[in-house]
């Protein structure tokens, strides 16, 4: 004999959890683009508008952790992961352009994994700012990412991440730190920096 009230039981939970879900990914992706503006303003310098979009991004981050707490399965939604990420990123990127200062995991309110993976995708929105400030001739800036990246990576060279999509983006980071070495060479030759 089967128990219909278990069945329609279940029929109702997966409902719900569809429907969170959908929540949730639409949420999610306010929250990317909304991250992704804010980093695009802080490279053309209008850090007003980055900073009204990042506290944005906090209350629309507050919505999607009261679809999680609704349901914790949902926590796995790779939506959800990747714009906290983007969210980790435009946050530590605006801090670092306007304090010089590198905001923690807890500040931001993150877990670890995806505070180190919007940490390393933050590489090369950094390298892209030393680029194009020594363009502009502001050598003392490419100068100062590059020592910051290069204390980022010193951190990370601590951890054990093995084969995970934490270690490919650490990857990166090696490249990025390449760039910016390449390129304090080159002024360093071109005697533009000591």
């Keep these: ?10 029929r109702r939970e997966l409902e719900q959890f569809d429907s969170l879900r959908e ?12 991250s992704k503006a804010a980093i695009y303003n802080i490279h053309r310098h209008n850090l007003s508008e980055a900073s009204k979009q990042l506290t944005k991004a906090k209350t629309i981050i507050k919505k999607m952790n009261s679809f999680i707490k609704k349901d914790a399965a949902l ?3 790779g939506a959800y992961s990747e714009a906290l990420e983007e969210y980790v990123e435009a946050a530590c990127y605006y801090n670092f352009i306007k304090n010089n200062k ?3 995991a807890k500040e931001l309110g993150v877990n670890t994994v995806v505070y180190l993976q919007g940490l ?10 030393a680029i194009n400030s020594s363009i502009t001739g502001d050598f003392k800036t490419a100068l100062k ?6 204390d980022i990576y010193g951190e990370l060279m601590m951890f054990d991440f093995r084969n995970s999509p934490v270690r490919r ?15 304090i060479l080159e002024l360093k030759l071109k005697k533009k920096i000591k």
Excluded at 1 to 10: E, Q, R, T
Excluded at 23 to 34: E, P, V, Y
């Design 1 to 10: 004999m089967i128990n219909k009230k278990s069945f329609a039981a279940m």
């Design 120 to 129: 390393c995708d933050l590489v090369g929105e950094l390298v892209r700012k």
């Design 102 to 104: 590198l905001p923690t």
């Design 75 to 77: 926590v796995s939604v």
């Design 145 to 150: 990412i590059r020592d910051f990246v290069s």
């Design 23 to 34: 929540d949730l990914i639409k949420t999610s992706r306010d929250l990317l683009k909304l």
């Design 169 to 183: 983006k650490f990857d990166s980071i090696k490249y990025g730190l390449d760039k910016l070495e390449n390129l």
